[in-house]
């Protein structure tokens, strides 16, 4: 997926000091982002960490608490509605209706959307080639596999042509297989100069997006394109070790010098160093010292996951207050 590195594209969504508090506990604190014209942003997180109650702010449905937030060109405190009618909008939830026909549907949403009567059957059309459900029509939407619902609530969610589109968690629950199939449909909608921000706690999913903001108990902790924050966010090099018995190994690396982090993926540790050079040849007779079998032991690139949990961990774990 190529990245978006310029900037001539107008602003989409301009998000600043954005804050959603709940009594005391503080939902989103004072976030701050920017989407153009045509990009997918992924915003990308934890359960619980803030992700849809942002989306729920910038699509309308919620008031901020303080802060700023303009979508398609509408304020969304201050004119909502203009904001709904200019979006897309797919919640985590399917929010279909499970006793209506797909067509049915399609054409309830329609009206929701207010499309006019006289592209309304090539809207429709179009959607159905989408979501690739022409044929089945006269299926009660209830019935349909999961994907196939995913397919249709992104259709529905698009029958009006909106510039910008807000996807959260699209892909739960779907398989790998059809969780690629939705991306394809994203990245095409892009192309056509939509601008598509998603939510998703995949980090696999992160891959497919132009720009990322990690997001982490409602703090941005990081913004930039997936080669962006693999390359310039770690905090310390990461080393792939093999060894065994891996629970006694990264119970001792937890104390061992340099150590920065010790986790078990897979069958092998990841583990976050200072400085991988100086620190293999330290923790390989760390190891061994301590009757653990090294099998293998090398420098590696962080995937995006490495790079989320490095720069989460040992921040504060306390509630947060206003």
């Not at 969304?76 to 897309?88: D, L, M, T």
């Not at 939407?141 to 510039?163: D, F, S």
């Not at 060894?243 to 078990?264: F, H, I, K, R, T």
Request: aromatic fraction near 6%; charged fraction near 20%; include cysteine.
């Amino acid at each position: 997926m190529p990245e978006i590195t310029n900037s001539v594209e107008p602003i989409s969504v301009e998000v600043a000091n954005l804050v959603k508090r709940f009594g005391d506990f503080v939902a989103v604190d004072q976030i701050n982002l920017e989407v153009r014209k045509g990009e997918v942003f992924g915003f990308i997180g934890p359960n619980g960490a803030g992700k849809s109650t942002t989306i729920r702010m910038l699509c309308g449905l919620l008031k901020p608490t303080s802060g700023r937030a303009m979508v398609a060109g509408f304020d969304v405190s201050k004119n909502p509605e203009a904001v709904r009618q200019n979006i897309g909008y797919m919640s985590q939830k399917f929010s279909l209706y499970n006793d209506l026909t797909v067509i049915e549907n399609l054409r309830l949403f329609a009206g929701l959307y207010s499309v006019p009567q006289n592209i309304l059957q090539s809207r429709i059309e179009w959607a159905l080639t989408m979501a690739n459900l022409k044929g089945q029509e006269n299926l009660i939407t209830g019935t349909l596999p999961g994907g196939w619902k995913q397919r249709l609530a992104l259709g529905c969610a698009v029958l009006h042509k909106p510039p910008v589109i807000f996807l959260d968690e699209p892909t739960s629950g779907v398989d790998p297989i059809t969780r690629r199939q939705f991306w394809d449909l994203i990245h095409q909608m892009a192309e056509e100069g939509v601008t598509v921000f998603v939510t998703t706690h995949y980090m696999e999913e992160a891959e497919y997006c132009n720009r990322l903001a990690l997001i982490f108990r409602g703090k941005i902790v990081a913004l930039g394109t997936p080669t962006e924050l693999k390359r310039d966010s770690m905090k310390g090099e990461l080393l792939l070790v093999e060894c065994a018995p891996l629970g006694a190994a990264v119970e001792a690396l937890q104390s061992a010098p340099g150590v920065m982090d010790a986790a078990v993926f897979g069958n092998a540790l990841h583990l976050v160093v200072e400085d991988a050079a100086t620190a293999m040849p330290l923790l390989q007779k760390f190891l061994v010292d301590r009757k653990i079998a090294v099998s293998r032991m090398e420098k590696i690139r962080p995937s995006l996951e490495d790079v989320f949990v490095s720069l989460t961990t040992g921040r504060d774990t306390e509630e947060r207050k206003p």
